[in-house]
T-cell receptor
Framework: AQSVTQLDSQVPVFEEAPVELRCNYS??????LFWYVQYPNQGLQLLLK??????LVKGINGFEAEFNKSQTSFHLRKPSVHISDTAEYFC???????????FGTGTRLQVTL | DTGVSQNPRHKITKRGQNVTFRCDPI?????LYWYRQTLGQGPEFLTY????????KSRLLSDRFSAERPKGSFSTLEIQRTEQGDSAMYLC??????????????FGAGTRLSVL
């Protein structure tokens, strides 16, 4: 069975500071990994994805993530955050045989001046 | 290319009433998914269609829930005899046929259900 752990429920950070949102997954087979962002009262927007190839993936809005198979992690990073990055971020995993995405419980990123 | 469209955006109903939500996937996406998201949680999988066939259902999908995709295009999710515990955001997603891209799910804005 696949599962996702987002260790931090909330991450407060000042504008222009770097940020890392942590994600660990559990799966015994090959995985596809995703980060989605959700703004209040909206659906999920795909930030970035790892399907195959390079373990460092770049997404929209200056975000990037690195797939680390030995650590079973897929942490999200941004070198300099903006107020507009304030939102809920979800890590998700899909195994090669499953149809569904399994989501973590989310990390609330709060950017302040 | 329009995104996934969900209607209505908000639905308020009284306990015991039936409700129906609609999802229009991205054009030519043959895979369609329904998820439920409660406050402070990540989305949880409900069901999955490939074309018109419902291929997987979660145990979360009780007998009061039914989903259809009659022509392999739009889908409906119906909840009968709603309960207060059904209050949640219902999200629809779709993905394309492509061998690798099929693993990417694109979400709609969701339908927020409030059961009074």
């Amino acid at each position: 069975a696949q599962s996702v752990t987002q260790l931090d429920s909330q991450v407060p950070v000042f504008e222009e500071a770097p940020v890392e949102l942590r994600c660990n997954y559990s799966s015994s087979v090959s995985v596809y990994l995703f980060w989605y962002v959700q703004y209040p009262n909206q659906g999920l927007q795909l930030l970035l994805k790892y399907l195959s190839g390079s373990t460092l993936v770049k997404g929209i809005n200056g975000f990037e993530a690195e797939f680390n198979k030995s650590q079973t992690s897929f942490h999200l990073r941004k070198p300099s955050v903006h107020i507009s990055d304030t939102a809920e971020y979800f890590c998700a995993v899909r195994t090669g045989t499953a149809s569904k995405l399994t989501f973590g419980t989310g990390t609330r990123l709060q950017v302040t001046l | 290319d329009t995104g996934v469209s969900q209607n209505p955006r908000h639905k308020i109903t009284k306990r015991g009433q039936n409700v129906t939500f609609r999802c229009d996937p991205i054009s030519e996406h043959n895979r369609l998914y329904w998820y439920r998201q409660t406050l402070g949680q990540g989305p949880e999988f409900l069901t999955y269609f490939q074309n018109e066939a419902q291929l997987e259902k979660s145990r979360l999908l009780s007998d009061r829930f039914s989903a259809e995709r009659p022509k392999g295009s739009f889908s409906t999710l119906e909840i009968q005899r709603t309960e207060q515990g059904d209050s949640a955001m219902y999200l629809c997603a779709s993905s394309p046929r492509d061998k690798l891209a099929k693993n990417i799910q694109y979400f709609g804005a969701g339908t927020r259900l409030s059961v009074l």
